[in-house]
């Protein structure tokens, strides 16, 4: 038998079998399945995201409350600056490894990394000198890292290729816009507390978000879960249906590929998700920077108490939250995602323009509701988009680790975006977040040309090559490499 027709063979018996299956789902009893896991799985990993949030951005509200001032920080060596960074850089280097633990240990490594980031917020109340913050700082990296890129890894487990960018855009954009807002209000009423012991002002902030982090670390490992098959809330015919979802539109296998040093090259090769890494990075730049300097900055708009400023950080988080969820769940009914970033950033353009044109005060204020709004949604979507366009599962929990892992390349920037001896008005920063938001329109822009182009390529036969010569199970290894996978755009 010539060899191209066994290929083409089985690969139409494959495609016949995800028909079969897609055609045996009843859509009622998928909606209802997929309402049943939302309501049991995002606002946990929500929670834990926010969790994740509000203790990393903790040191802004605690900055501008003393802790600069009671650590002996440098302004002009800064050190502040570089405690900062140094969190990135370790945040980066733990991401696609944590990933590879996760597929091999199961949701408990998430609760474990919960628990670890709960700890070391607690020993930030305890910091006395620079030493201690980079220390805490580094700490906080190592166990924070892993968790983005392991609730989107997750995700995907028990979520289509679709749906999964309003789920992540939902966790992702709650998260930070909840962290903002609640943090704002959290921080400034907790530093009306009366001192605990030797803990007191900006202390009693790590203190508390520690303790809760930590309480709720230990509750999540018996409520998350690896995958459909493993979840006490689901009855045996869910289960079933849960996994003839993801079989149905999947070209190979869906999972239990080994986590080999081939197949690990391959998500490292994937062009991709280098181009959604290289949007992400410039969104973080905005998101990250936003998130630790906005009290700062809120605070030259006026003559604004420690606590006011916190304050007035809330309604921007607000609003951004909203909008995010919007735009997510735009992305979810349409199917597209580029054309959704290219809209959202637009705002966050026309905000930093703003700042950079004006200097009244009200003016100015407003641009932080359209700078940050502008940018929240972006990210999560270049992370499901990443994630959704990766098969099979070991390229797949890479692609979730390694978009975010580069993306905080723009983290490490934004710590450095809005120095003390640039204020009040931050030209430097606010122009590099021009250039970083025309960036993402731009990648954007480029991301819907390249998935159009490429699923032409495969419809034009263009890649069928790929299958010449392969057994079945190399063949069903292929993932987002075979002729009949379609990019999403």
Known sequence: MDASYADEKAVTRHLDEIE?????????????????????????????FLLNFIDRSAVGNANIAGLSKDLHLSATKYEYNIGLALFYIVYIIVEPPSNLMLKKYGASWLSFLVIGFGIVTIGSAFMHTYAHFMVIRALLGAFEGGVIPAIAFLLSRFYRRNELVFRIGMFLALGPSLSGAFGGLLAGALLKVKPIGIVHGWRIIFLV????????????????STSPTQVWWLSEKEKALAVRRLESEQIGVISGDKSTSQSISKAFRNLHTWLCALGYIFINVIVQGTAIFLPTIVKTLGTFSTVEANLRTAPPYFLACIWALFVSYMAQRTRKHGIW???????????????????KKGVLYFACFLTYSGAVPNGPIFLAWATANSSPETQRAMAAAIVPAIGTIGSIVSTWAYLPVTAPRYTAGNALNVGCTTSAFLIA???????????????????????????????DLLGHSHPQFRYLQ
């Open 20 to 48: 079969a299956l897609e055609s045996s789902i009843d859509p009622k009893e998928e909606s209802k399945l997929v309402l049943k896991m939302d309501l049991m799985i995002m606002p946990l990993v929500t929670l834990l």
């Open 209 to 224: 978000y520690g303790i809760v982090t930590t309480f709720i670390g230990f509750i999540s490992i018996f409520l998350v």
């Open 341 to 359: 970033i290219m809209i959202s950033v637009s705002f966050s353009i026309i905000g930093y323009i703003i700042f950079l044109s004006t200097t």
């Open 445 to 475: 822009a480029l991301l819907i040309w390249y998935t159009k182009w490429e699923n032409r390529q495969r419809e034009e036969g263009r890649r069928d090559h790929r299958l010449e010569g392969l057994s079945q199970d190399q063949i």
